[in-house]
């Protein structure tokens, strides 16, 4: 019965997706996402418009490394942004080529997990934005929902769990160099003015595909609290709640 159902599971996982990751077709879109996005150096200090100037041999070598299982990102640069609170924001900005690669992963991951995603999470999502969270917000208080409680996750990108992270990634992904590739970049640490820092929990927010491993490690929250019977909208680790 237990290897049974371990096929029945596996029927709704995908296999073989690290082709389409490094497919030429997939980098250079991946690419055009990237210069598109703008964003600085990371600790190599190459810029976009740098990357672009040999930008068919970058692909080219991407690609090489991917094939050949050799493909390591580099460690994300720290970057402190100021928040409207007074605090600082930690971001980590991950070099151009590691973008690149990123974005190539979101790419294919992304359909693969938006089949499974609820309405309620807007944030960092195709065909959705903060404006359309707000909008569904007005027509539950219109419906009679009057009391609210706003309530945001503290840390919540740098303190995720990588192993719940890679759990929750396999219950729809079954390629085992796809998710070695996620999970070394979850791994791949943060230079902090100039030391290197181990990173042992936490998805840097600055990668491309952050946002997308924060929405399938809160997907879960949003299946229980609607078990629950909560009515909530959630935009990435910030979440209002309606009764």
């Given at each position: 019965?237990?290897?049974?159902?371990?096929?029945?599971?596996?029927?709704?996982?995908?296999?073989?997706?690290?082709?389409?990751?490094?497919?030429?077709?997939?980098?250079?879109?991946?690419?055009?996402?990237?210069?598109?996005?703008?964003?600085?150096?990371?600790v190599?200090?190459?810029?976009?418009?740098?990357?672009?100037q040999?930008?068919?041999?970058?692909?080219?070598?991407?690609?090489?490394?991917?094939?050949?299982?050799?493909?390591?990102?580099?460690?994300?640069?720290?970057?402190?942004?100021?928040?409207?609170?007074?605090?600082?924001?930690?971001?980590?900005?991950?070099?151009?080529?590691?973008?690149?690669?990123?974005?190539?992963?979101?790419?294919?991951?992304?359909?693969?997990?938006?089949?499974?995603?609820?309405?309620?999470?807007?944030?960092?999502?195709?065909?959705?934005?903060?404006?359309?969270?707000?909008?569904?917000?007005?027509?539950?208080?219109?419906?009679?929902?009057?009391?609210?409680?706003?309530?945001?996750?503290?840390?919540?990108?740098?303190?995720?769990?990588?192993?719940?992270?890679?759990?929750?990634?396999?219950?729809?992904?079954?390629?085992?160099?796809?998710?070695?590739?996620?999970?070394?970049?979850?791994?791949?640490?943060?230079?902090?003015?100039?030391?290197?820092?181990?990173?042992?929990?936490?998805?840097?927010?600055?990668?491309n595909?952050?946002?997308?491993?924060?929405?399938?490690?809160?997907?879960?929250?949003?299946?229980?609290?609607?078990?629950?019977?909560?009515?909530?909208?959630?935009?990435?680790?910030?979440?209002?709640?309606?009764?």
């Amino acid at each position: 019965m237990k290897k049974w159902n371990q096929q029945y599971h596996d029927k709704f996982k995908e296999f073989a997706l690290i082709h389409k990751v490094w497919s030429e077709k997939n980098l250079v879109q991946a690419w055009k996402s990237v210069k598109a996005n703008k964003g600085s150096a990371g600790v190599d200090g190459i810029t976009i418009e740098q990357f672009e100037q040999n930008l068919q041999q970058n692909l080219n070598e991407i690609q090489r490394l991917l094939k050949e299982k050799r493909y390591e990102p580099r460690p994300v640069l720290r970057v402190l942004i100021p928040k409207d609170n007074g605090k600082m924001r930690k971001l980590g900005i991950p070099t151009v080529r590691d973008r690149v690669v990123q974005q190539a992963l979101k790419n294919v991951l992304e359909p693969i997990f938006e089949e499974i995603f609820l309405p309620q999470s807007h944030g960092y999502r195709p065909n959705t934005n903060a404006h359309a969270a707000v909008r569904k917000g007005e027509v539950f208080i219109r419906r009679g929902y009057h009391w609210v409680v706003d309530a945001d996750i503290e840390g919540f990108f740098d303190h995720v769990d990588h192993q719940i992270m890679m759990d929750l990634v396999c219950e729809k992904v079954a390629d085992g160099r796809v998710l070695s590739l996620i999970e070394s970049f979850l791994k791949s640490g943060i230079m902090n003015d100039d030391v290197f820092e181990e990173s042992i929990e936490g998805t840097p927010q600055g990668g491309n595909i952050s946002p997308l491993l924060s929405n399938i490690y809160l997907n879960h929250f949003d299946r229980r609290m609607g078990d629950y019977g909560y009515l909530l909208l959630r935009y990435a680790d910030d979440i209002v709640i309606f009764w």
